[in-house]
């Protein structure tokens, strides 16, 4: 955690930001879960957890953690971002259901593989990718029957 708290303030010093008290609480706060959350689901979560920080300040660190390469974000269809710590496990992709909002992380080797030979088809070297699959899952299904 000290290691990744560091990184961002090197990113931080970088580009001429200030690493502020309360953008270093929601970077800690954000390395200690492990699930997905929408900006606000995580401005709701700090507020609730006695945190005073605005709203505005949430948004802009969120960006500048996608920035610095700590944090993730998958676009939802409906246009909003969810986010997730990047961990230094193994890569995932995305399964996102268009009703409850439920997301299931699943990794193919076969789907990895057929991306980076279409890199090399085309000469493309891929320095990273997201893969997200919308559609309704099983119990959004089962309701709509
Ligand atoms: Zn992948
Ligand atoms: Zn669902």
Do not use: P, W
């Amino acid at each position: 955690m000290e290691k990744k708290i560091k990184k961002f303030k090197t990113f931080l010093k970088m580009n001429n930001s200030l690493c502020s008290a309360e953008r270093e609480q929601i970077t800690r706060y954000i390395l200690l879960r492990s699930d997905h959350f929408s900006a606000d689901e995580l401005y709701l979560d700090l507020k609730q957890d006695g945190y005073a920080i605005s709203r505005a300040t949430v948004y802009r660190t969120l960006d500048l953690l996608v920035k610095s390469g700590l944090v993730e974000n998958t676009q939802l269809q409906s246009g909003s971002y969810i986010y997730e710590q990047k961990k230094d496990e193994a890569h995932h992709d995305h399964l996102i259901c268009n009703e409850c909002g439920k997301i299931i992380e699943f990794h193919s080797d076969k789907i990895e593989a057929i991306q980076k030979q279409v890199c090399e088809e085309n000469d493309f070297l891929m320095t990273g990718h997201t893969l997200r699959i919308c559609g309704i899952c099983k119990e959004c299904r089962k309701k709509d029957k």
